[in-house]
Structure formats: structure tokens, C-alpha cells
């Protein structure tokens, strides 16, 4: 390659380079240094939306802690009960008969007390008298003193005995309530399975009572939900018999222990109603819905 042909090509080269160099700085002098987008945060409803039912706030399934035959039944389903009402009971005449002879045995005892506590300011009166004579010797005094000693541990033992008649009274009442149901707090008969004649198991429910007009909401979530929610937090409510209808709940308690539904561990969660609400029946299903 000749030299003038050399030095041609070199100053082309070097008039494109310039140009493309050229270009470039251009398009970056006219960019911003950087790009800034606001972001407008959206309002994101958090939900936990769960399926329970009405039950009565207070429910008790009673029986008898001990075997026996039913002899009364003083109501129905149905009925309305005061707190400790007499419900139902079954033969207790043995228990009856330890109890008259026990208390007749502690009022024999209570008398025999009596009998040496006023036996004793006799002994000490005489006492007295003696200490004021002056004719009195010493072995008199002496003899009167012995007396009022043994006076006094048959009043400490005789005590003791009345002190054990009256425990066993106390044990004999104590299996007598056994034999007897009593109304725990104020409701409504909701079941009674027995008859009077019939034979009743211990241990076993014969009576379900259940509040009146009170009721709460009952449901089971999972370990997951029951971790976001807590004592107090409100919830909205309806109910399959006015569906159209918004109430308010709190939740009153939350199980700590997992309850298994169907092999899965559910926890239980328990809410009472903050609005009054009316025509309450147990087992209508509630729909309830926390906001987050």
C-alpha cells in the first residue's frame, strides 16, 4: 500500500470515530442521572373468614356421682330452673339412716360435754372455797386440784370424740349429695334421659341445662389463622337464619390445646355477641369474618 493511500484511509477512520463519539455523548448528556417512580402503596384487605355455631354461653350435662334407683324427678324438658333447684334423686335410705344415728350419737356426746364442763365449775367453785377457809389443809386442796386435772382430759377427750361424731356427719351429708342433682346456675331443661324406677350409673349424663337467652359462637381454625388472632378482636357476624344482617363479635377465649377434627388439629375459638341480638337458638350457623 502506497503511502497517500495509507494516510486517506487513517483520516477517515478518524472523521467516523468522531462522529459515532459524537453521538453518543449527545444522547447521554440528554438522560436524566436517574429515574425515580412513586409507588402508591393500595389498600390491601387482610381477611380470616371462619364457620361456627350458636351455642348456649353455659351448658352442663349432669349425673349422679354414685349408683342408685331414681325415686323423684321434680321437671320436664322445657322447664325453667333456678341456680340450685332440686332437680332429680335416688334412694338414699341407708344413708339416711347413718345419718340419724350418727347425729343422735353426737348429741349424746354434745350432752356428756355439757355434763363435765359444769361438773368441772363445780370442782373449781369448791376449789375456791377451800382456798378461802382457813380450817382447809393442804391435802384437801390438794385432792380438789386432782379432780379438776381429771375433769379436764375427760373434757379434752369427750371434745375430741364430739369432733369426730360431728366429721362423720359432715361425710355422711357429703355422700347424701351424692345422690342428688341440683341446678348449677339458672336455665332450661334441654334433655333428661331417665325415669323415675330407673337404675342411673355414676358418672353417667341423665340432665343437660343450658342458659336461657345467652349464647355464644363457637368455631375451630387452624394453627396458622389462630396464631394471628387474639382476646378481644372484633368480628363481623351473620347468621344463616337473617343472612342480610351484620353483627359484632369479640373473641372471649382461645384454646391453647388442639381439638382433632377428622385427623387434623383444629383450635377452638369462642365469641360472644357485643350487639343484643334476638330469636338466638342454639345450632343456627354463624358466619364470622376478622379484618386485619
Known amino acids: 500500500m502506497n503511502k497517500k493511500l495509507f494516510i486517506l484511509i487513517l483520516l477517515a477512520i478518524l472523521l467516523t470515530g468522531g462522529g459515532v463519539a459524537e453521538f453518543f455523548y449527545q444522547s447521554l448528556s440528554k438522560r436524566p442521572a ?18 361456627g355455631k350458636i351455642v348456649p354461653e353455659n351448658s352442663a350435662n349432669l349425673g349422679f356421682e354414685k349408683n342408685g334407683k331414681i325415686i323423684k324427678i321434680d321437671h320436664q324438658i322445657g322447664d325453667f330452673v333456678k341456680m340450685g333447684d332440686f332437680l332429680a334423686s335416688t334412694n338414699a335410705d341407708d344413708l339416711q339412716a347413718q345419718l340419724d344415728q350418727a347425729e343422735a350419737l353426737t348429741k349424746s356426746s354434745e350432752d356428756i360435754l355439757d355434763q363435765y364442763k359444769e361438773l368441772l365449775k363445780v370442782q373449781k367453785a369448791k376449789l375456791g372455797s377451800l382456798k378461802k377457809t382457813k380450817t382447809a389443809n393442804s391435802s384437801d386442796k390438794k385432792a380438789q386440784r386432782a379432780q379438776i386435772s381429771a375433769s379436764d382430759a375427760q373434757i379434752d377427750a369427750q371434745e375430741e370424740q364430739v369432733t369426730a361424731s360431728l366429721s362423720n356427719i359432715e361425710n355422711i351429708k357429703s355422700q347424701l349429695k351424692k345422690t342428688i342433682i341440683e341446678a348449677p346456675f339458672d336455665g332450661i331443661i334441654a334433655r333428661q334421659d331417665i325415669k323415675v324406677g330407673e337404675i342411673a350409673g355414676a358418672g353417667t349424663p341423665i340432665i343437660t341445662l343450658v342458659s336461657q337467652n345467652s349464647f355464644k359462637i363457637e368455631s375451630f381454625t387452624s394453627l396458622l389463622e389462630i396464631s394471628r388472632l387474639k382476646i378481644g378482636d372484633l368480628a363481623q357476624i351473620t ?14 377465649s382461645l384454646d391453647p390445646i388442639e381439638t382433632d377434627i377428622n385427623n387434623v388439629s383444629n383450635y377452638k375459638i369462642t365469641l360472644i355477641f357485643v350487639d343484643s341480638v334476638s330469636d338466638l337458638r342454639s345450632g343456627i350457623s354463624a ?4 379484618r386485619f
Request: aromatic fraction near 2%; proline fraction near 3%.
Open 34 to 51: 436517574h429515574t425515580e417512580t412513586l409507588v402508591n402503596k393500595g389498600n390491601i384487605q387482610n381477611t380470616i373468614e371462619l364457620s
Open 239 to 252: 347468621l344463616d337464619n337473617n343472612p342480610e344482617k351484620i353483627l359484632n363479635a369479640k373473641i372471649t
Open 287 to 290: 358466619n364470622i369474618k376478622f
